[in-house]
Structure formats: structure tokens, C-alpha cells
């Protein structure tokens, strides 16, 4: 069985600084893209960064300059560095990986989320 776990989140200050991990475990044969989303109180779910298994990365715009993705394949996990973060980074972070498991076809996974709260 695959899971996605994460760690990393917590309560931070105005400009401040996080770094959120995510490991993939499980009978895995190879992961493709992984990406961070995130769900703000009474907001979708929208897209924070991205990141294939080449290297190339994607981001919000809300993010870029102040988040970096990236991921190291050879331990299956993906990172998020957090800086400069404000108030309106508030939300739970959810890890995605798109795997592919043995003797299971390619499927999406998620992480449980872990919660950022940025407040003074």
C-alpha cells in the first residue's frame, strides 16, 4: 500500500520561515509529478507549487520569490521551504504524488495535511 506522509507544519509569525517534508512509502515503482496544494478556512483548494520528475517546477502566483518546491527521488520525498510567510498563507497543506505502486496502475495520492498558521 502507498501513503504520502507529511510533517513539517505548525505556528509561525508574520515573515517567518517553514519547511514542510513529505515522504512516500509503500511498494513504489516510480513517482512522477509531486505537488503541495493547500485549503484555506472557507476557500478551494488551490495549487501551491509543483514539481516533475525532471526538476521542472511550477508555482502561485502568490508564492513565487518567497516558496520553493523541490524533491529528492532517491528517498521519494518532495519539500516545501516556506519564507517570508504572511497571514494569508494560513491554511492545511496537502502533499500530492502521482505513483505508480507494484502490480497497481498509476493513481493520485494525498498526504493527511498539515496545518500552517501564520499569526503574531
Known amino acids: 500500500q502507498v501513503q504520502l506522509v507529511e510533517s513539517g507544519g505548525g505556528l509561525v509569525q508574520p515573515g517567518g520561515s517553514l519547511r514542510l517534508s513529505c515522504a512516500a512509502s509503500?511498494?513504489?515503482?516510480?513517482?512522477?509529478?509531486m505537488a503541495w496544494y493547500r485549503r484555506a478556512p472557507g476557500k478551494e483548494r488551490e495549487l501551491v507549487a509543483g514539481?516533475?520528475?525532471?526538476?521542472?517546477?511550477n508555482y502561485a502566483d502568490s508564492v513565487k520569490g518567497r516558496f520553493t518546491i523541490s524533491r529528492d527521488n532517491a528517498k521519494n520525498t518532495v519539500y516545501l521551504q516556506m519564507n517570508s510567510l504572511k497571514p494569508e498563507d494560513t491554511a492545511v497543506y496537502y502533499c500530492?504524488?502521482?505513483?505508480?505502486?507494484?502490480?497497481?496502475?498509476?493513481?493520485?495520492?494525498w498526504g493527511q495535511g498539515t496545518q500552517v498558521t501564520v499569526s503574531s
Open positions: 509503500g511498494s513504489i515503482v516510480g513517482i512522477n509529478d
Open positions: 514539481i516533475t520528475r525532471g526538476g521542472n517546477t
Open positions: 500530492y504524488a502521482r505513483i505508480i505502486g507494484r502490480g497497481r496502475p498509476w493513481a493520485d495520492y
